[in-house]
């Protein structure tokens, strides 16, 4: 965790949780005025959020970020819609300066080790450093993940919570 990453990505993060939303198809069969899920609904939160958030900080800060993805993409039993969260995850990296730097250098990483293996095939220590550079990309990603999941977190706080059903 960065912690002056995550102070800059608070004020994104307040913003894009109010943004999020999903069409919820058994509202929209019912007719209901707005079929969307949404994570703040009229300033507020559902306290669920936080407990879903926190976990999914846990999930994949502590095991394979992979997994935490394919978990919190799925509704499973929870009485929020948890895709919404991986969205306003997405969503936040999406606006972050930082991360399209890390995914353009991860760009270059790549490129160059492509060309390193063309270049000299029989050099073992280049095919050490090209194989080196995915897990240093990786921790990159998942840190940067990590920092926006702590940001929505702390987002969140700003808002009423509300108490669940």
Do not use: C, H
Not at 10 to 19: G, K, M, Q, R, T
Not at 61 to 68: D, E, M, W
Not at 118 to 139: G, H, I, L, M, W
Request: glycine share 6%.
């Amino acid at each position: 965790m960065n912690k002056s990453k995550v102070d800059k990505l608070i004020s994104p993060a307040y913003s894009v949780l109010a943004e999020v939303k999903i069409l919820n198809k058994e509202k929209e069969k019912k007719g209901d005025e707005d079929p969307y899920d949404r994570i703040v609904d009229n300033k507020q939160i559902d306290n669920r959020w936080r407990g879903q958030i926190a976990s999914f900080g846990a999930a994949g800060s502590t095991g394979s970020l992979l997994s935490a993805i394919a978990y919190f993409s799925t509704q499973g039993r929870a009485g929020v819609n948890r895709k919404l969260l991986i969205k306003a995850i997405e969503k936040l990296i999406g606006k972050d300066d930082l991360f399209k730097a890390v995914q353009e250098s991860m760009k270059k990483d790549a490129d160059a080790a492509n060309k390193e293996k063309t270049d000299d095939k029989d050099n073992s220590n280049t095919s050490q450093t090209a194989s080196f550079r995915p897990a240093v990309n990786e921790y990159r990603i998942k840190e940067e993940i990590i920092n926006a999941a702590i940001a929505l977190k702390l987002a969140m706080n700003l808002y009423d919570l509300q108490k669940g059903n």
